[in-house]
């Protein structure tokens, strides 16, 4: 197993510890008795998860480290890291009057990931090949759900996190709909 692959496996094992820290705290403010050490933990606990996201790919490409393993778990890595944030936030409250994530925005990530995951798999069924390379709508779509993750988690602004949702919400619709059409030309080209 290369390094590369060893940082990604670390942010897999990451995803659980991060999830009890966010629970935890969750669960103190519920009770009305917040532990900000909690939350400051599941935040740096975040971060240090997200950030081996570029550092394993990082070193895949300098150390000429990139293995099939790696671009497997790698998307997998990712996604717990990102769901698992996005469905603790919308249904465990880090603060009062409904500081958490709405349930539609939820829903608009897990739908899009669907959706992709879905469309992949049609791909393959028609044997055609996929390469999964991230288009730049979809990085900024990534950019743009850290951001709402990060504006729950610091709870820095009295802003409330209906905006930033909305502002994600274009991203993950607009990527969605450049991987589906991209997609589409690969069916197509089948066909041709």
């Given at each position: 197993?290369?390094?590369a692959?060893k940082v990604?496996?670390?942010r897999?094992f ?10 935890a705290?969750s669960l ?6 917040p532990?900000?050490?909690l939350?400051?933990?599941?935040l740096?606990?975040?971060?240090t998860?997200a950030?081996?996201d ?5 070193i ?6 990139r ?11 990712d ?7 996005i469905i603790?936030l ?10 958490s994530?709405?349930?539609w925005?939820?829903c ?5 990931d669907?959706?992709?995951l879905?469309?992949?798999r049609?791909?393959?069924s ?8 991230p ?8 950019f ?7 504006w729950i ?6 802003v409330p996190?209906?905006?930033?949702c909305?502002?994600a919400?274009v ?7 450049e991987?589906?059409?991209q997609g589409?030309?690969?069916l197509?080209?089948?066909t041709?």
């Open positions: 197993m290369t390094l692959t990604t496996v670390s897999i990451l995803v659980p510890v991060f999830a009890a820290f966010a629970i705290y103190g403010v519920i009770a009305g008795v532990n900000e050490a939350r400051w933990l599941s740096g606990i975040f971060v998860a950030t081996t570029g550092i394993d790919g990082w895949a490409r300098r150390f000429n480290q293995s099939d393993l790696g671009a497997f778990l790698d998307p997998i890595a996604k717990a890291l990102v769901l698992t944030a603790i919308t249904f465990f409250r880090w603060g009062p009057d409904g500081w994530i709405p349930i925005f939820a608009l990530v897990i739908f899009r669907c959706v992709i879905a469309g992949i049609l791909l393959y028609k044997q055609l090949k996929v390469i999964i390379k288009h730049w709508s979809g990085k900024i779509c990534t743009s759900l850290f951001l709402v993750i990060g988690m610091l709870k820095a602004t009295s996190p209906i905006y930033p909305v502002f919400a991203f993950i619709a607009w990527s969605l709909l991987y589906i059409r589409l030309s690969l197509h080209r089948q041709t």
